[in-house]
Structures are given as structure tokens and as C-alpha cells.
């Protein structure tokens, strides 16, 4: 029997008594669907998954696109990213940092995916957690005020200033990346595209702007608007274990990695990503 849980007040469904490598029922499924656009994040734990069966469970949900850096494909299979501090023969098996701060993947894309899904192969017993934050309850806590100040405004969300945030272990943006990289103005609430309802979508802890306003008010707008969304009563901190599937719809929920002793502990991750559906 499926039973869906809340995870915490505001964000998050667990869902229990599945086995996602055997067949779903439709109507089964329709739920576990519909909890998933309402909450933002699934949660299923104690689940062994093969890289195949996590692709084709991803499917259920919607069209897998690669996401990741090729060297970083899971046993060359391009649908699944590794995130993972292992190495074999010297070489990193995966992506060892990963979105260290508050973010919504891919914002600064045309059409940024609609989610993605992470299993938990090997954790470090301490550190290494998972922070969800849920954008529809963010939109509907703002005061009236705001709300208009924002709807129908958009904000520059550019690639070349994320990426020393994001990935600070790596090297800047080369000449080469800064050109091809484009700013992307993305709207600051965005109706979810299944479901109508508004979400607050000004992305992560990055010093972005409000197009057609002067940076003296679009930078203290900006700054507010990020350390709402993320005010605790709409987050869930995850503690994971090996065996955890953690499902995110990237349309409603900013996500955040946190660190751990990568000297003494192994975390190693398989992620795939739903493509963006309009
Ligand atoms: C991510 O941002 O995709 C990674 C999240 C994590 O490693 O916890």
C-alpha cells in the first residue's frame, strides 16, 4: 500500500511502500505525479536502483536529457550524471562540488529543466546534506506590496557571474565561455507550466538584476527577495542515506548542497534531469 507523508510543513512528500524497479500502476502513479507538482520534492527511500532503472523510472515522470559533463557520465551512459568525490587511477569519477549555494539548475538557460533526480549510492556520515526550498509557499508568504513591485518584471540571470558561486572549486569562465554564454532574462514569478500556480523564481544567493531598474533598487530588491525564498519555514534539510531518492521540481524548488569532510568521507550520487516542458 503507497502511502504519500509530508516531509515538513511546507515542502516535501515521502513516499512509502514502493519499490520503484517494479511496475507502477497508472492511477498509483497519478498520485505520486500530482504530490510531487504540489510539494515540490519527493522523497523515496531505501531503494536499490540499477543506472538503467533509475533512467527508466526518471522516464516516468518525463524526458531524460544528458545534463552533464561527458567525463562525468556514469559508465558512459550520458542520461546520469556521477556526483562524487571518488576517484579511479587518479581521476575523478564525478563532479565533486555541486551547487554549493541556493539555486534553481540551469536558470540561466532558455528553458531550464523541469527536474531532476538524485539516488544516494554512498554517503559520509556527517555533512554532505541536501537544502529544498519551496518557491510556491515563498510567492504566497510575500507581503501584497512586493508582489506587485515584482509580478511581470523580469531578472537577469547570467552564467558567467554564477559560476564562481556555484562551482567555486573550478576555474572562471574563460574568454571563450564568457562570449558564448548569454544573459538570460527569466521572469521573477513564474506561473509552473502544468499547473498555473506561482512560484517565486529569483534564483540563489547571486547578486542578480531586475531588468529597468537602477542597480540602488534592484540590488537591496534582489537580496530581500533571496533570503525570503529561503526563510526556514519553507526549506527541509535532507540527511541522507544510501539508498535515498530525492525527486525536485526545478520549476518550484531551489536546491542547495551542503559540504563535508572530503578528506575522510566519500559521498557518491547519480543524478538524472527531466527536460523542460512549457
Ligand atoms: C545538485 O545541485 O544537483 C547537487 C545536490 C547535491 O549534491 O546535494
Known sequence: MVE???LAERIGTE???IDVTRPIPDAVFERIYKAWLD???LLIREQEMTPDQHVDFTRRFGEVVSYTRREFAEGGRPEILVLSNRTEEGRPVGSPVSG???HTDG???PAPPAGSMLHAIEVPPEGGDTLFANMFAAWEDLP???KERIEGREVVISRVRSRPYNYPDRP????AQRAEWRDQPQPMVLAHPETGRKAL?????VPWHVVGMDEAESAPLVTFLQEFSVLPRFTYRHRWRAGDIILWDNRSAMHRATPYDMDRYHRHMHRTTLAARH
Request: aromatic share 12%.
Open 39 to 41: 510539494s515540490t520534492i
Open 144 to 146: 501584497a506590496r512586493v
Open 15 to 17: 513516499v512509502r511502500g
Open 201 to 205: 523564481y529569483v534564483g540563489g544567493s
Open 4 to 6: 504519500l507523508v509530508p
Open 100 to 102: 554549493r549555494v541556493w
Open 107 to 109: 536558470h540561466y538557460l
Open 172 to 175: 572562471p569562465p574563460t574568454e
